[in-house]
């Protein structure tokens, strides 16, 4: 048998084998994108006919997040120490939650802009840079919100993991805080795209006609209800959709999402009586910051 003969054969059929796998691979990816460019196209249909505004593109292709676990954080007398030498506040320790009032308040240059805040959340907040801007109470603009995050994705409705900031003047006088400790569990999954969320949310009637879909972030959500009997919580990627519609008595309108089970989280409901009194009050509610902005 002449092997070099033999040898360039089986060569050649490996490279003709590898060139036939590799335009099978290229002509399925081909497809699927042309399959998810078509499900944008019907969307961006039933848009345009219940006259739905939205304000930047919808991302086509999806990407991978996993779930996360977080555990409530008890502070440490070692941890109010270093905070108050390393800066002029007091602070006072309640297990999980911090609460500190500022000796000299600080000064922020503008309280609606999220960046304005950067020095005093990496000065005075533990692990300060891991909170993001969330926005001001409904009726009361001088009680600041912020939220945890994770990989620079928000926790979202979670009263542990969040900071509530007090201004007086434009300048920071007290704040209030809650923490946890996350981390990632199982294997990263492919998330629903935006495009299929808004899909879902028009199936369900959830967005209709002449509604302007305002915002569009992804973050992490849990439907845990009952925090004060938890320690550890489970969140969910999940996309935040705010809509609104200044026609209809409620004009804000806030969805969660789940971004791999394409099912929409109900918010808890409030209960009437003594909680209805306390809405009355200036106290906000710290799982939920009624104004939303967001950088993604």
Known sequence: MDWNRTKTILILTFLVFNIFLASDLFKKQTELSEIEQQKQVTIEDQ?????????????????????????????????????????????????????????????????????AYSIFLETYVYEGGKYQYYGPAENNPNIVYFVETFEDRPIYSQESGMLIVTLED????????????????GKERKIDPASETIGLLL?????????????????????????????????????????????????????????????????????????QDEKDTDQPDPSKPKSITSDK
């Open 47 to 115: 848009l345009k006919n219940l006259n739905v505004t939205y304000e930047k593109n919808l991302p086509i292709q999806s990407e991978k997040m996993s779930f996360i676990s977080g555990d409530v954080h008890e502070f440490t007398e070692k941890e109010e120490k270093t905070l108050e030498e390393g800066t002029s506040q007091d602070i006072t320790l309640d297990e999980e939650k911090l609460v500190s009032t500022l000796k000299k308040p600080f000064p922020i240059s503008d309280p609606t802009e999220p960046s």
């Open 170 to 185: 434009d300048k920071v006088i007290s704040y209030t805080q809650t923490y946890l400790s996350l981390q990632k569990i």
């Open 203 to 275: 199936n369900q009637q959830d967005i209709g006609l002449n509604d302007e879909v305002e915002d569009m972030s992804i973050g992490y959500y849990t439907t845990v209800a009952n925090e004060d009997e938890r320690d550890t919580f489970v969140f969910v990627p999940t996309w935040h959709v705010v809509v609104s519609n200044k026609k209809k008595d409620d004009p804000v309108d806030n969805y969660y999402v789940n971004a791999i089970e394409k099912t929409v989280f109900s918010e808890p409901e409030e209960d009437s009586g003594n909680e």
